[in-house]
T-cell receptor, first 116, second 109 residues
Framework: GAVVSQHPSRVICKSGTSVKIECRSL??????MFWYRQFPKQSLMLMAT?????????EQGVEKDKFLINHASLTLSTLTVTSAHPEDSSFYIC????????????FGDGTRLSIL | GEDVEQSLFLSVREGDSSVINCTYT??????LYWYKQEPGAGLQLLTY?????DMKQDQRLTVLLNKKDKHLSLRIADTQTGDSAIYFC?????????FGTGTRLQVFP
C-alpha cells in the first residue's frame, strides 16, 4: 500500500525553539497533503491543507504564522512550529493524497512534540 | 447532528466478532472510510466503501452502509488481541476528511 514517512517521530525541546516536521510520500505523488493535530484521547483536528506549489489553506483558529507549511514538491511537505511553547505540545500527524478522484488519504506515523 | 459520532468504547473476547458503529452527517459523502490507530502511531487505512454500495467485505472486515440512516458499521470477524486499537470512521466533506470521535476496541483473552 501507499507509504507516507513522517520525521521525526519524537521531539523534546525548550520553549522558544522552532521545530520542523517532514512528511514524505514514498511511492506516489502527493498532490495534496494535510496536517492534523491530535490531543490525548481525542480525534484528529485538521490544521491545514496544502497543495503542491501553492499556499496552504488553514482551518479556522489555526495561526498560519505559528504553523508554517511548505509543500514545495509532490513528495514533501513540512510543518514548522515557530517559537514553540508548552501549549503547542501535541501529536502532529500528516497525511497525503494523490491526484486521482476519490483517493484515500494515507497517514504518517505522527510526531510527538513536547515543549519544556 | 453536526458531528460524526461513534461509541467510545467496545470490549470483546478474543475470537468473537466486533461491531463498531458510526453515524455520519453528510448524505452526499461519496466515500466513507475506516482507519485504525495503534498507541503512539498514525492512522492506518483499513477499508473504505463507496456510497453506492451497501456492503463491502475484505477478509475479516465487513463494512455495512445504510445511507438512509447515515449509518456505517465495521465488523471484525474472529477478533484478535492485535486488533486492540482505536478505530475512526471518516466521511469526506468539502474535500476534507471529517473524523468520528473514535472507538477504543479492547480485546481480552
Amino acid at each position: 500500500g501507499a507509504v507516507v514517512s513522517q520525521h521525526p517521530s519524537r521531539v523534546i525541546c525548550k520553549s522558544g525553539t522552532s521545530v520542523k516536521i517532514e512528511c514524505r510520500s514514498l511511492d506516489f505523488q502527493a498532490t495534496t497533503m494535510f496536517w492534523y493535530r491530535q490531543f490525548p484521547k481525542q480525534s484528529l483536528m485538521l490544521m491545514a491543507t496544502s497543495n503542491e506549489g501553492s499556499k496552504a489553506t488553514y482551518e479556522q483558529g489555526v495561526e498560519k504564522d505559528k504553523f508554517l507549511i511548505n509543500h514545495a514538491s509532490l513528495t514533501l511537505s513540512t510543518l514548522t512550529v515557530t517559537s514553540a511553547h508548552p501549549e503547542d505540545s501535541s501529536f502532529y500527524i500528516c497525511s497525503a493524497r494523490g491526484s486521482r478522484g476519490g483517493e484515500a488519504q494515507h497517514f504518517g506515523d505522527g510526531t510527538r512534540l513536547s515543549i519544556l | 447532528g453536526e458531528d460524526v459520532e461513534q461509541s467510545l468504547f467496545l470490549s470483546v473476547r478474543e475470537g468473537d466478532s466486533s461491531v463498531i458503529n458510526c453515524t455520519y452527517t453528510d448524505s452526499s459523502s461519496t466515500y466513507l472510510y475506516w482507519y485504525k490507530q495503534e498507541p503512539g502511531a498514525g492512522l492506518q487505512l483499513l477499508t473504505y466503501i463507496f456510497s453506492n454500495m451497501d456492503m463491502k467485505q475484505d477478509q475479516r472486515l465487513t463494512v455495512l452502509l445504510n445511507k438512509k440512516d447515515k449509518h456505517l458499521s465495521l465488523r471484525i470477524a474472529d477478533t484478535q488481541t492485535g486488533d486492540s486499537a482505536i478505530y475512526f470512521c471518516a466521511e469526506v466533506k468539502a474535500d476534507k476528511l471529517i473524523f468520528g470521535t473514535g472507538t477504543r476496541l479492547q480485546v481480552f483473552p
